[in-house]
């Protein structure tokens, strides 16, 4: 059964420094989406992502975060300038269309920020 | 804005017995989906069962099911002859059913299921 694959598993950086997160969604999805989990706390959105652009975004994805589909099957999460808060699993997920309901998701990468 | 509020972070079950997992949410919308989700310890996270809101009948899916109460705003998750590959941390989710704008999922804190042998 075809699933959604991120890469790394674990990552850990300094402040500061940038970090991008791989996601390849299932190839013939169209919607893509992150979501983050702070140790703890709930999963929360992050931003969605069809034809090429941003088609929604939280409170949370602010001018540091940036998101793109490089190729045609990676999707990627770049952070310019990690702070210490931004220490959480990072999932992706993935639709076959907007309006289709499930979303599925990857295994997350595990960001740590020192 | 909706809510989702998962209120047990943690459970025990015992195996082969049956045990719920409680969700409420709080929305003014009347058209939605909900969703459980199951986060084993390799971390993918799987779907384990949804229900639209304008279906009355409860969602069953083996040996999991879903109390949907519409009116009280609350879908519990039932399992049924439980396994020890039940053992995860369980998410309840719920997402707008509009054909255009968000799709964004909202999440509870999740519950962690332990299943003693």
């Known amino acids: 059964e075809p699933e959604v694959t991120q890469t790394p598993s674990h990552q850990v950086t300094q402040m500061g420094q940038e970090v991008i997160l791989r996601c390849v969604p299932i190839?013939?999805?169209?919607?893509f989406y992150w979501y983050r989990q702070i140790l703890g706390q709930k999963v929360e959105f992050l931003v969605s992502?069809?034809?090429?652009?941003?088609?929604?975004k939280s409170e949370i994805f602010d001018d540091q975060f940036s998101v793109e589909r490089p190729d045609g099957s990676n999707f990627t999460l770049k952070i310019r300038s990690t702070k210490l808060e931004d220490s959480a699993m990072y999932f992706c997920?993935?639709?076959?269309?907007?309006?289709?309901?499930?979303?599925?998701f990857g295994p997350g990468t595990r960001l740590l920020v020192l | 804005a909706q809510t989702v509020t998962q209120s047990q972070p943690e459970m025990s079950v015992q195996e082969a017995e049956t045990v719920t997992l409680s969700c409420t949410y709080d929305?003014?919308?009347?058209?939605?989906?909900l969703f459980w989700y199951k986060q084993p310890p390799s971390r993918q996270m799987i779907l384990v069962i949804r229900?639209?809101?304008?279906?009355?009948q409860n969602a069953t899916e083996n040996r999991f099911s879903v109390n949907f109460q519409k009116a009280a705003k609350s879908f519990s998750l039932k399992i049924s002859d439980s396994q020890l590959g039940d053992a995860a941390m369980y998410f309840c989710a719920y997402r707008r059913r509009r054909t255009s704008g968000t799709y964004k999922y909202i999440f509870g804190t999740g519950t962690r299921l332990k299943v003693l042998a």
């Open positions: 997920a993935s639709s076959l269309a907007g309006y289709q309901e499930t979303q599925y």
């Open positions: 229900q639209e809101a304008y279906k009355q």
């Open positions: 929305t003014s919308e009347s058209d939605y989906y």
């Open positions: 992502f069809y034809n090429n652009e941003i088609s929604e």
């Open positions: 190839s013939n999805h169209l919607y």
